[in-house]
């Protein structure tokens, strides 16, 4: 079913900074009701910290047939993985010289701004996948806030590639071994694995959007203060991001 969320919607990608939400109290609780009761997860997943544990700008694993484990290493060769977070510009070069990973690439991915989808490469042959991925962050009042970030996935002839402005605790879940079977040798498989954990992490957080839901509701019955309001309001906030970027993720799967 289709619920309309607010006027904000409008549009491919959603300004944030310029969000303005126009419903009333009573129109907001159902539509933050509405939605997230739809949206309620039906399986169970593990639950993901807010920060990550500061990996190295440039890290490279390889699985290790023997130990049937990820193991990292300090050179870049054939069938590995490699994390970027916010390169060096030595390091920037080192991706296209080792890695054959373009320029236009490594740029795309270091957008906060670039949108979810798909583009091939010719003349290098290679692939890139930008899925938007939800994640946690707090406001100037030290609020937990819900929003969603695009990260770049790139198949090169060399290595599977995931670039980020910022840490990602979901990636943690690969280097530490906790995702079964992932193997960057198989390219598509593991561009696969790292969608599918991706898709996961939405359940979670509408997990914990519809906790905080309920608990706003309890309060509002008890007395009708802004805080709650403010709290369901940014309820519905982080729901527009989650439609808006699970439709464009939508269409780099189609």
């Known amino acids: 079913p289709t619920i309309p969320l607010s006027p904000v919607m409008v549009g491919h990608r959603l300004d944030k900074q310029k969000a303005v939400l126009v ?4 129109e907001f609780l159902f539509h933050a009701y509405a939605c997230v009761s739809l949206l309620h997860p039906a ?25 049937g484990q990820l193991n990292q290493q300090s050179r870049i060769s054939p069938g590995v993985w490699i994390n970027v977070v916010d390169p060096t510009p030595a390091e920037r070069q080192q991706l296209q010289d080792k890695a054959k990973l373009s320029e236009a690439f490594l740029l795309y991915g270091l957008d906060p701004d670039e949108g979810a989808r798909y583009e091939y490469d010719e003349d290098n042959d290679s692939h890139l996948f930008i899925f938007d991925m939800p994640i946690v ?118």
């Open 23 to 26: 419903l009333r109290p009573n």
């Open 43 to 67: 399986v169970a997943c593990c639950k993901l910290k807010e920060k990550a544990k500061e990996p190295a700008m440039l890290a490279i694993y390889r699985f290790d047939d023997k130990t």
């Open 137 to 254: 962050t707090r406001d100037a009042r030290k609020k937990v806030v819900y929003e969603t970030a695009p990260l770049a996935i790139i198949i090169t002839n060399t290595a599977v590639i995931t670039i980020n402005g910022e840490p990602i605790p979901l990636l943690s879940l690969f280097a530490e071994g906790k995702v079964s079977n992932f193997d960057p040798r198989r390219q598509n498989r593991s561009v696969l694995q790292f969608l599918y954990q991706i898709s996961i992490s939405y359940l979670t957080y509408l997990r914990d959007l519809n906790k905080a839901r309920e608990a706003n509701e309890n309060k509002l019955q008890r007395s009708l203060r802004n805080e709650e309001l403010y709290g369901l309001m940014g309820i519905q906030r982080s729901l527009v991001y989650f439609m808006m970027s699970l439709r464009t993720d939508r269409n780099v799967l189609e």
